[in-house]
């Protein structure tokens, strides 16, 4: 049931109308420019869709400028879904339509188990890492010690751990993995110790590859297939002699407007794994 094997399905949410207003670390240097930024959310949306069966598209929201990040609204584990109470309060609200999303797609061939955190848990679901029975949860301004806490309790079979976020918005803002045994991470100080911890809780069958651009570190795996971020040419030339390795193909998508938000390639979809 690893999501970086074949996929069940997905759920992706439309770029809002209202997205100019999503939250944004930095002043970005150049304005947000929407219709690129639409057209790439689009090119996104259009790859999930070629690589995964399933796709769900919830409706968007024009009130949530962030509900395209639908990555953080929710856990994903097997047929586990944890909705998520997001850190940042004007955004709380997005996890309900997806809530609602995964209730109606429930069946009896596809039998989800949806939890709820509660309060005063937050997370974000950037700053969750999966690989294979280990789930790290990011601690960051937006992710909190409660929230591991009741993860614990509502995946008792998991291994879950805590990982102080030294740099980033979401530990998944300068981490992530192209398998369940390989990290990939940005070649910067500030992450090593994040990575290391990750390595040595996972054990000696585990690597790690670097990447020197922080924004590159964040792919997504859609079976065979290595999503990453164009633009970042020493980035791309390490992920391509990866993804050769594994016998992956790569799409590389620019995601230059989504970044402007703190967007990376995992935010943009909630992906649920075959088992
Ligand atoms: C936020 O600040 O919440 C959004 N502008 C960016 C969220 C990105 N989420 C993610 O990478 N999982």
């Excluded at 939890?115 to 301004?141: K, N, W, Y």
Aim: hydrophobic residues 45%; glycine residues 4%; proline residues 5%.
């Amino acid at each position: 049931m690893s999501i970086y094997g074949p996929l069940h399905s997905a759920l992706v949410r439309p770029l809002p109308r209202s997205f100019l207003s999503a939250l944004k670390k930095h002043k970005p240097e150049t304005p947000i420019d929407w219709d690129l930024a639409h057209a790439q959310h689009e090119a996104y949306t259009k790859a999930v869709q070629a690589h995964v069966a399933n796709v769900t598209v919830v409706p968007v929201d024009e009130n949530h400028p962030d509900c395209c990040f639908i990555e953080d609204t929710a856990i994903v584990s097997g047929r586990d879904i944890v909705i998520s109470r997001i850190g940042a309060e004007s955004r709380r609200d997005e996890s309900g339509a997806v809530a609602n999303v995964f209730e109606s797609l429930r069946s009896s061939d596809f039998a989800l188990t949806i939890h709820r955190l509660f309060a005063p848990a937050t997370l974000d679901g950037g700053d969750v890492l999966q690989m294979g029975e280990h789930i790290f949860v990011g601690l960051s301004e937006r992710s909190n010690k409660a929230a591991v806490d009741q993860l614990k309790d509502l995946l008792p079979t998991r291994k879950i751990t805590a990982v102080p976020v030294a740099d980033g918005l979401h530990l998944k803002s300068v981490l992530s993995a192209l398998s369940d045994s390989v990290l990939l991470a940005a070649d910067l100080p500030p992450v090593y110790a994040m990575a290391s911890q990750i390595l040595e809780t996972l054990g000696s069958s585990a690597r790690c590859v670097y990447v020197p651009d922080a924004i590159a570190a964040n792919v997504l795996r859609l079976d065979r297939v290595l999503v990453i971020q164009a633009g970042y040419p020493k980035s791309e030339s390490i992920l391509r002699k990866e993804a050769e390795r594994e016998g992956l193909d790569v799409i590389a998508l620019n995601m230059s407007e989504l970044t402007k938000a703190d967007g990376a390639l995992t935010c943009c979809s909630l992906l649920v794994p075959q088992i």
